[in-house]
Nanobody, 128 residues
């Protein structure tokens, strides 16, 4: 069973930056998708960055709400997924989760029903 451990969350001012990391306890093939989601209380978990299998940054889906400000990338050798967040806004305040797909053939996308594995989440708070 793959476990995902996020870190890097915290509190920042409006316009600040943070980098989240997600380390997998086992190797996840580049053929498997990985993603970042976020959730605020009372709302559905939102997929904000989906790295398609074998992708560099050119094969990544970004939600409109983060496009141009967030960059997701993975280092397979380190079994780590990253989310660089710049120009943070108060609306970015949420619990952030990383997710991974268990097999290479599974459909990838931004729906929270698709990943097989989830991290425990890391809180990001942006104050104005």
């Amino acid at each position: 069973q793959v476990q995902l451990v996020e870190s890097g969350g915290g509190s920042v001012q409006d316009g600040g930056s943070l980098r989240l990391s997600c380390v997998a306890t086992e190797f996840i093939s580049w053929r498997n998708c990985m993603a970042w989601f976020r959730q605020v209380p009372g709302k559905e978990r939102e997929g904000i960055a989906v790295l398609y299998a074998g992708s560099g940054s050119g094969s990544t889906y970004y939600a409109d709400s983060v496009k141009g400000r967030f960059t997701a990338y993975r280092d397979n050798a380190k079994r780590t997924l990253y989310l660089q967040m710049n120009s943070l806004k108060p609306d970015d305040t949420a619990m952030y989760y990383c997710a991974a797909w268990g097999t290479a053939g599974r459909i990838c996308g931004s729906s929270p029903s698709l990943p097989n594995y989830w991290g425990q989440g890391t809180q990001v708070t942006v104050s104005s």
